[in-house]
């Protein structure tokens, strides 16, 4: 259900109205006030026409010139952060939004009157801020408040009231209170209906919500009196075409699809299709919407053929949506508005749909069925952190050269088009505001502007296919794909569809003379919750996390012990039969190269087990070394996307880098009390001293501490915040001692007060083969409060006194990107630098960016790694790339992994200790 947040565009006049009240002799002489309220007047303006970088900038300017007048009222500033909360809100900083508008609610608190009307325009703000996070629990209080608030100041009768009503519902049913839901929209109803003509637009809000509530609890009869109320109110209300009616006609015409009643439901559905395309063009999401809500009729009528074709035109438009989207985000014109739910709709459906019509097509046209699907599955490899890697594009737009160049006409363009067609949607809207010359020029101006950025990707694409791949990659063909493939490598690729009537689990292994494609029998919530279950027996991490604590407690885990819930192995091999199990015979005696999108992300395939274990939760080392390992047997690489293989191969090339290694490790950092505290060893481990480690020494990593960055703005981390991540002192053991392995000088170990960013940027990076990390690795929700789309990965390195743009103390996908390395390895031993644990494409931020800056594969870690199974998996896979120069990085790592197996010791064969690094990027290629 969507929430009306009515008041949150409301900007109060209280402010200027505090100040004179204040200080009218002040702001008569005073000529700072005026230019603290041009600073204000410019940022709402500019946050009018879609330009928020520009207005986020105008209002600090604001802030800061407010803060030096004498007399200013205590109120003053707090009011203008509103203003600054609300820029957030519109650019999808919600968080960072909710920060200023609970300090701004303070302020008033102290120094305002209680029951303040104007206090409803940041409450109201905050109780969105809140839902769009996901704390509809903390929501729903605020706009409980409001109603009040509303009924106080406008009588409890009144349809102010109603329209509040509607936003509490909206609170309730997001924390999964459907009763108390329920009961608000009711009321808002009959506060609606007893105002008469007033209460209309109220009638209509309240049914088109009760309608999806009831249709989402299964009461269909009541859902289906609601949505035709909605339509009859509606249409009383706005002209037919209008985008209210054309939404009310909508939902019901999807009602009578997924009720079966295709008859009832197709006239409206190509009503609102049509109307749509007519007024909106094909450019437009909610065409876009439109063509996927007819594909899925005509799949439920098993017209595949035609369903296929409307999948396809829907996916065309938002696709290229969210192209447009994002380059805009990056110039500060706005948000990417096309999320990946919108986009996996019409995915998942031409996906079913090319299945179905591939069983009973003929032969020849059953490959580019195949081919097409496996084109359109790539499009969710675009995930919101697709933009992760803004901020390089940003700054390489703001650079010299060509390359430059485009980007930023790119940028200027996509702006101009999503303001230009927003205001034109507006327009259209109003049919008061309609004017036909003006419509035309407006959508003659669109056109030019596709054509011009159709041009520049054109370019971008041929000249310049390094970034095309890191900015923005496209589905590649599959016959492509096996071009690039050598005769004995598997590529295995998924897509998941969750809400999917077609199928919801989905397998391609391409090889190089075969490709299968198959619907799996295992739902995508098994597969998160196995996977759930089996990393309670591998990271220690997850007997502490808050989400899965009792999860794996209730498997056999001690946290107060830091133990680990004994491996399933049984378990392991189901997950193998539902995974791999239609593709088996492909996958003999072949290297894997995985595409693993979440919740597969979270789980190192080597852990899969091929066989029925003996022992179905091995626990000594002579039982886990007779267990049938995935990664025993096959050497496994995995792909950040199937775009990434074809671009590795096709520009490979051999390192020229003179100096064999460069490591950074142990950064200075203080934690807090409840930092584990490390002891350095002080001789490298073997594999002797490795087996006396007590499990609470190998859990010691797992308990990081805080995990959030707080930001000191600008976009820059606050050195402060990130001191209090627990200190790594092993760390500076594992870089002596990887690096003594490759014979590398101690120069070149940089420890402690020399592993900062500073340090790093002023190294001729491209000199060393090997780069090596041992640190915290952060997801991009830890790196907070920056914005949603912009929120980025990063490895911690030294913090420095004060931050700054050279240094800041994280070390960002953006900045990695913009790095020049000529590495054929870079080592992540550090937490979360592989799995996206909920964040989705975490791994593609990172791997992109050093694929991007020069790293031809990347070794990461899905839990906190202890560094003796570091030193050893590394040192183990260096020595056998010496013995046989031959040898892949992937292989190299699968026999320094079956090395530690085969020691037979309890805790060295047991797949927490062995199996936690995935090598990422081009994993057959030897180095030297």
């Not at 039982?623 to 690489?637: E, K, M, P």
């Not at 490795?690 to 981390?717: E, H, K, N, S, Y």
């Not at 002192?729 to 690096?739: L, M, P």
């Not at 037979?904 to 030297?928: C, K, N, Q, T």
């Amino acid at each position: 259900m969507r929430v009306v947040a009515l008041r949150v565009a409301l900007q109060s006049a209280l402010l200027l109205l505090a100040l004179c009240i204040a200080a009218p002799a002040q702001a008569a002489r005073d000529p700072r006030l005026g230019q603290m309220t041009a600073a204000r007047d410019e940022a709402l303006r500019l946050k009018r026409t879609g330009d928020l970088a520009k207005a986020e900038d105008a209002i600090e300017r604001a802030i800061a010139i407010g803060r030096n007048i004498p007399q200013r009222t205590p109120l003053a500033e707090p009011m203008l952060r509103e203003d600054l909360a609300m820029i957030y809100l519109d650019q999808g900083r919600y968080d960072a939004a909710e920060s200023e508008l609970r300090s701004s609610l303070k302020a008033r608190a102290q120094y305002g009157k209680p029951n303040d009307p104007s206090l409803a325009v940041p409450m109201n703000a905050l109780a969105v801020s809140l839902l769009r996070q996901g704390k509809s629990a903390e929501a729903a209080p605020i706009f409980e408040q409001l109603v009040a608030m509303d009924s106080r100041a406008h009588g409890g009768d009144s349809v102010q009231v109603a329209l509040s009503l509607n936003n509490l519902a909206g609170a309730y049913m997001a924390s999964a209170q459907a009763g108390k839901g329920e009961a608000a929209l009711l009321r808002a109803y009959d506060l609606g209906a007893k105002a008469g003509k007033k209460g209309l637009e109220a009638v209509a809000n309240s049914a088109t919500n009760l309608a999806g509530l009831y249709n989402h609890m299964k009461r269909y009869t009541d859902a289906e009196k609601f949505y035709r109320i909605s339509v009859d109110t509606w249409d009383r209300l706005r002209p037919k075409d209008s985008p209210e009616v054309l939404l009310a006609v909508n939902n019901l015409g999807v009602y009578y699809r997924d009720r079966g009643r295709y008859d009832e439901a197709q006239p409206l559905l190509d009503y609102v299709f049509d109307t749509r395309l007519a007024r909106l063009g094909p450019d437009n999401p909610d065409v876009a919407l439109s063509a996927g809500n007819l594909g899925w009729l005509h799949a439920g009528k098993a017209e595949w053929a035609y369903a296929a074709q409307l999948f396809t035109a829907s996916i065309g438009t938002y696709t290229e949506l969210r192209a447009r989207q994002s380059a805009a985000a990056l110039a500060g014109n706005g948000t990417t508005g096309v999320g990946l739910r919108e986009l996996s709709r019409p995915i998942s459906g031409l996906v079913g749909t090319a299945y179905r019509f591939a069983v009973d097509a003929p032969a020849d046209k059953q490959a580019a069925v195949r081919d097409t699907a496996f084109m359109a599955a790539q499009w969710l490899a675009q995930g919101e952190a697709a933009t992760a890697l803004a901020r390089t594009s940003a700054r390489l737009s703001g650079g010299t050269g060509e390359l430059a160049a485009l980007v930023r006409e790119q940028q200027d363009l996509a702006g101009q088009w999503s303001k230009l067609d927003a205001a034109v949607t507006v327009t259209l809207a109003d049919p008061k505001a309609r004017n036909a010359a003006q419509m035309k020029a407006a959508r003659d101006r669109l056109t030019a502007i596709d054509t011009r950025l159709t041009d520049i990707a054109g370019q971008i694409s041929g000249r310049f296919p390094d970034y095309a791949t890191l900015a923005d990659p496209q589905p590649v063909d599959l016959v492509d794909i096996q071009k690039v493939l050598r005769p004995d490598e598997a590529l295995i690729a998924y897509a998941f569809f969750p809400e999917s009537t077609l199928g919801k689990s989905w397998i391609w292994v391409v090889t190089r003379d075969d490709a299968i494609w198959a619907a799996l029998q295992i739902e995508p919530a098994d597969i998160a919750l196995t996977v759930a279950k089996l990393r309670c027996g591998l990271d220690y991490g997850a007997i502490e996390a808050e989400a899965t604590a009792e999860l794996c407690a209730g498997l056999g885990a001690d946290p107060s012990q830091q133990k680990l819930a004994p491996f399933d192995a049984r378990l392991s091999y189901q997950l193998w039969q539902s995974l791999l199990g239609p593709a088996a015979a492909q996958l003999k005696g072949k290297k894997l190269l995985v595409v693993t999108p979440e919740p597969l992300a979270a789980l190192p395939f080597q852990v899969l087990v091929t066989e029925e274990p003996k022992v179905a939760k091995p626990e000594s080392g002579p039982d886990l070394t007779a267990t049938a390992f995935l990664g025993r047997s096959h050497a496994i690489t995995v792909l950040p996307s199937i775009a990434a293989l074809r671009t590795m191969r096709s520009t490979a090339k051999a390192s020229a880098a003179p100096d064999a290694y460069l490591g950074f490790g142990d950064p200075v950092l203080t934690g807090t009390r409840s930092c584990p505290r490390i002891a350095a060893p002080e001789t490298c481990p073997t594999i002797a001293s490795a087996a006396a480690l007590t499990p609470q020494a190998r859990a010691a990593r797992a308990a990081g501490g805080m995990t959030q960055v707080a930001m000191a703005g600008g976009g820059l981390a606050n050195p402060d915040a990130v001191r209090l991540l627990c200190p790594l002192a092993d760390t500076a053991t594992e870089i002596r001692c990887v690096g003594a392995s490759l014979e590398a000088a101690p120069a070149a170990m940089h420890i402690g007060p020399d592993a900062s960013e500073a340090e790093l940027k002023t190294l001729p990076l491209e000199r060393y083969r090997v780069l090596h990390f041992a640190t915290h690795g952060l997801l991009a929700g830890d790196t907070s409060p920056m914005s949603a789309g912009l929120a980025e990965p990063a490895l911690v390195l030294t913090p420095p006194a004060q931050a700054s743009a050279l240094d800041d103390g994280l070390l960002t996908a953006s900045e990695i990107a913009a790095l020049k390395l000529d590495a054929d390895w870079v080592i992540l031993s550090a937490c979360n630098t592989a799995a996206g644990n909920g964040h989705d494409e975490t791994l593609s931020g990172l791997a992109r960016a050093f694929l991007y800056a020069g790293g031809r594969a990347l070794l990461v870690s899905h839990w906190p790694v202890t560094s003796s199974a570091a030193v050893e998996l590394t040192t183990g896979a260096f020595r056998a790339i010496k013995a046989d120069p031959t040898l892949g990085r992937a292989e190299a790592m699968r026999q320094s992994m079956a090395a530690l197996i085969d020691t037979g010791d309890d805790l060295m064969a047991h797949p927490s200790y062995w199996a936690p690094f995935s090598v990422v990027g081009e994993g057959d290629a030897s180095i030297r």
